[in-house]
């Protein structure tokens, strides 16, 4: 299996420009995970899905963060307007999602190489 | 203060040492993962645990539920082994919360 793909690896915008990010999950993996990782505030969630659907997103800055898993095998992160604040590594990561029999998620995620994005 | 807390912030070694990084955490939790990102920026998964002890290599990761503690040991610790050390706790309901990481330099 290829792992977590993402892409692009690297994006170059100016503020106020849309950005649009993409995750691929590994095959049979059934969540779906964006975090945000900076200098000040380290690794942050921003949303999890579980079957193609949101759990929680309550870690999504604000309304120009929207983020859209349309099938098993597709998510993206669209930031519109972006501004420089947004300048981070986005990474996607994803987990078979089962829980075991005393209700424990028994399974580890796995990180795409995340992508590196930088507002100007 | 945080629900999860690492400790130390930053550590520094000489090649060959015993390594102790600590995890704390105040909430419930379905299980805790130990991720290792290294300076290129990957992250990778060492350890996924719910209770007891767990080994790969010369890496042990152990839990204690009650005392809501985690430690990652690293034993004959080399060079490649400098990177940041990430603890995260799992919620019941599948959500992870971040410590703010280890920085581990060790030395030849």
């Known amino acids: 299996d290829a792992g977590v793909i993402q892409s692009p690896r690297h994006e170059v915008t100016e503020m106020g420009q849309e950005v649009t990010l993409r995750c691929k999950p590994i095959s049979g993996h059934n969540s779906l995970f964006w975090y945000r990782q900076t200098m000040m505030r380290g690794l942050e969630l921003l949303i999890y899905?579980?079957?193609?659907?949101?759990?929680?997103d309550s870690g999504m800055p604000e309304d120009r963060f929207s983020a859209k898993m349309p099938n098993a095998s597709f998510s993206t992160l669209k930031i519109q307007p972006s501004e420089p604040r947004d300048s981070a590594v986005y990474f996607c990561?994803?987990?078979?999602?089962?829980?075991?029999?005393?209700?424990?998620?028994?399974?580890?995620?796995?990180f795409g190489p995340g992508t590196r994005l930088t507002v100007l | 203060k945080n629900e999860v807390e690492q400790s130390p912030q930053n550590l520094t070694a000489q090649e060959g040492e015993f390594i102790t990084i600590n995890c704390s955490y105040s909430v419930g939790i379905s299980a805790l993962h130990w991720l290792q990102q290294h300076p290129g920026g990957g992250i990778v998964s060492l350890f996924m645990l719910s209770s007891g002890k767990k080994k790969h290599g010369r890496l042990i990761a152990t839990i204690n539920i009650q005392e809501k503690h985690s430690s990652l040991h690293i034993t004959a610790s080399h060079p490649r082994d400098s990177a940041v050390y990430i603890c995260?706790?799992?919620?019941?309901?599948?959500?992870?919360?971040f410590g703010d990481g280890t920085t581990l330099t060790v030395k030849p």
């Open positions: 990561a994803s987990r078979r999602g089962q829980q075991g029999q005393l209700m424990r998620w028994n399974n580890e995620q796995f």
């Open positions: 899905f579980n079957n193609n659907v949101p759990i929680d």
């Open positions: 995260a706790v799992i919620g019941y309901a599948g959500k992870s919360t």
